[in-house]
């Protein structure tokens, strides 16, 4: 068949939306048709060219969400017409990974999609004139239709609106994870979040529902200060606002230090103030940012000699199958928001505008509707 896609030929320039060819579902796989799709800064990231693993010609994309069209041969749990998000992260529910309840970093088709390719080792996707159109993280949610294993698919409940949902497939899911799967935080804790954009607002939320008391945003742009407020935030720090040590500013602000700190910028300066900014003895750092190509953390040892825990997660420790559709009934029942962090919607013709608005600071989620 022909799809719409918004085609990310070369890194650093404009994605071009065009026509596309897209093969059938093959064994395992599902035919989607996408309903909306956020636009990521990881995106964004892998646009820029400053991805290492970034390969071009890609369709983009990989918080969305749609209706099955159709199955391939093997596929038992979905059928035509179910709902569903698309998993970067997948859950087979057979690999070594997923069976150990510590990692959700299912491995089944790590090597195939870290190629950008399906797991028999090609593309579905090509151009008009053949040429190959590699998949990305194995969504590629910026394309009309797309093709995922079955086991790369959330089904959700259909009465769930796409263009909201599409953010718990990395946003929602990877803020508010990184607090309640991966630093399990207790009621009553403080906490301190660096970067409050489409991350660290999750996290903030999800620290609001985890029962928190304090709960410190860090973010160099001040117009973020309402929003963050509105999820949860207690207090605001803006760095370039502060006289002295950053750290021992914090510290003090959290009386003696954060039970949990959150990385949400990708910059490891930041992570290393993060860290350092945890209660000695107990404080934990997660990190969630995802740092440019070749770049390094470090600290002095006695930071973590000294009772700091610094750790990472990837899609918030969600086991995606189980647990996205868990996080959409948290939607629907209003325990989570997500409406006030759409900002802008736009159609696919004008992607390029919602990455224009993430460059210049003024969006939190752009999402396009199909
Ligand atoms: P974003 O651009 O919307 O937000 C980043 C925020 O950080 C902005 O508000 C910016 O002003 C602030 N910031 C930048 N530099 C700062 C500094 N030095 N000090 C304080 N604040 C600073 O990005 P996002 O969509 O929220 O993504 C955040 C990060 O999370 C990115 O690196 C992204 O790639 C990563 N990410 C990770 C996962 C995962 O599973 N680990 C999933 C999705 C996104
Ligand atoms: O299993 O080795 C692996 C890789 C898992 C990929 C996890 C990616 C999470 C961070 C990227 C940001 C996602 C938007
Ligand atoms: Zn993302
Ligand atoms: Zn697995």
Redesign the pocket.
Known sequence: MRTRAAVALEAGKPLEVMEVNLEGPKAGEVLVEIKATGI???D??TLSGADPEGMFPAILGHEGAGVVVECGPGVTSLKPGDHVIPLY?PECRECEYCLNPKTNLCQSIRSTQGQGLMPDGTSRFSMLDGTPILHYMGCSTFANHTVLPEIALAKVRKDAPFDKICYIG??VT??IG?VINTAKVEIGSRAIV????????NVIQGLRLAGADQIVG????DS?VPMAKQFGMTDFVN?TEVSGDLVGHLVELTGGGADYTF?????V??MR?ALESAHKGWGESV?????PAGAEISTRPFQLVTGRVWR?????GASGRTDVPKIVDWYMDGKIEIDPMITHTMPLDDINKGFDL?HA?K???SVVLY
Request: net charge negative; hydrophobic share 40%.
């Open positions: 990521c800064h990881t964004e990231f992260t990395c946003g990877t803020g990184a660096f970067g409050l954009g489409g991350i660290g607002l860090v973010d160099l742009n973020k760095p990385d949400a910028t990708g910059n300066d930041v103030t990190i969630i940012g995802v740092a990472g997660t990837a899609f918030g993430m600071g969006s939190i989620r």
